[in-house]
Structures are given as C-alpha cells and as structure tokens.
C-alpha cells in the first residue's frame, strides 16, 4: 500500500520560491513582466480599498510599453506630489462631464507617437550634424566628374544662388559706399 501512495504523488512541483534576478530572455521578460504586473496592480488596488490610501504607479514594460494604475485617479496624485503637498485633503481631479479618464491603452499610443516622433527628430538632427560638417568644408573645390545628373542639377542650382547673393551682397555694399 505505501509503493501506492508514493506512486501517487503529485507530479508537479506547485510553487516555488525563485531567485530574484534578472532575466536574460526577452520572452521570459515579458512573461513574467505580464504576471507580475497584474499581481502589482491587484495589490495596489487591495491596498487602497483596505486602507484608504491614494496609489500611483507608472510601469515601462521591456518592449516599452507604459502601464498606469491610480486610485482614485493618477492625475490628481501626481498633481499632489509634484506640489508636495502631503498634509491636504486629497481631491480627486476635477473632470468636466465631456473628459473622460485616459485609459492605459491611451497612453501607450501617446507613449508611442511621441517615441516615434522623438526618432524621427534624432535621424533629423543626424542628417543636420552631417550637413554641417560638410559645410565646412570648401564644397565648391570638389570634382564634378563622379556626380550623377541630379546631383549636377542641384550643384548648378546651389551655384547659382551663391552668385545671386553675392550680387545681391555686393548692391548692398556699394549703396552703402563701404566698398572700394
């Protein structure tokens, strides 16, 4: 009778207290940051019906996602600790009838667009660090025989607009009798 019962055993291993660090696995990451970020959240809410207290928290998954959780609303308790008032009555933000409350889902796209936008802004700061380098550099010294048709066009052009304002510089500089 004991072999049957040793038989019967659970097979799994239930659970099981982990090791606390950090994971190497993108996937695992973002398994666990899933679980645990709903625990945290459940938690949070727990303590803010058993103890009256006011939460914030503002979460960045590994694939750069924002999660928020307030209670009663995370406007207002930020807008409290940023004025550091801790010692006034709480009052949840005032909220016209047309305002509705940003879900997380909102602020993800928020997050997002201004993540691309930030991006697109480097790329463009980028692309401008290397025009002016080039500026620097005497541009109209270089040969023309390796330039592709468009390219030809566009160093006409640039020509052209340096001798307008040269000329246009020059007028200037006679009318004002500065130039001998």
Request: with cysteine.
């Amino acid at each position: 009778m004991d072999m049957f019962k040793q038989n019967q055993k659970k097979k799994n291993t239930g659970r099981k207290k982990i090791e606390i660090k950090k994971l190497e696995k993108a996937s695992n990451k973002q398994v666990t940051f899933s679980k645990r970020r709903t625990g945290l959240f459940k938690k949070a809410s727990e303590l803010c019906i058993l103890c009256n207290a006011y939460v914030a928290i503002i979460v960045f998954s590994p694939a750069d996602k924002l999660f928020c959780f307030g209670h009663p609303d995370i406007d207002s308790i930020i807008g409290r600790y940023l004025k550091g008032d801790n010692n006034a009555e709480f009052e949840p933000a005032a909220k016209s009838s047309k305002e509705k409350s940003v879900s997380y889902e909102e602020c993800n796209r928020q997050y997002e667009a201004a993540t691309k936008k930030l991006e697109l802004e480097k790329k463009n700061l980028a692309q401008t660090e290397i025009l002016a380098k080039g500026w620097n550099r005497r541009w109209w010294n270089d040969p023309i025989d390796q330039m592709s048709e468009q390219q030809l066009e566009q160093f006409m052009m640039s020509i052209y607009e340096l001798r307008k304002k040269l000329t246009e510089r020059t007028g200037e500089l006679m009318m004002l009798g500065t130039m001998t």
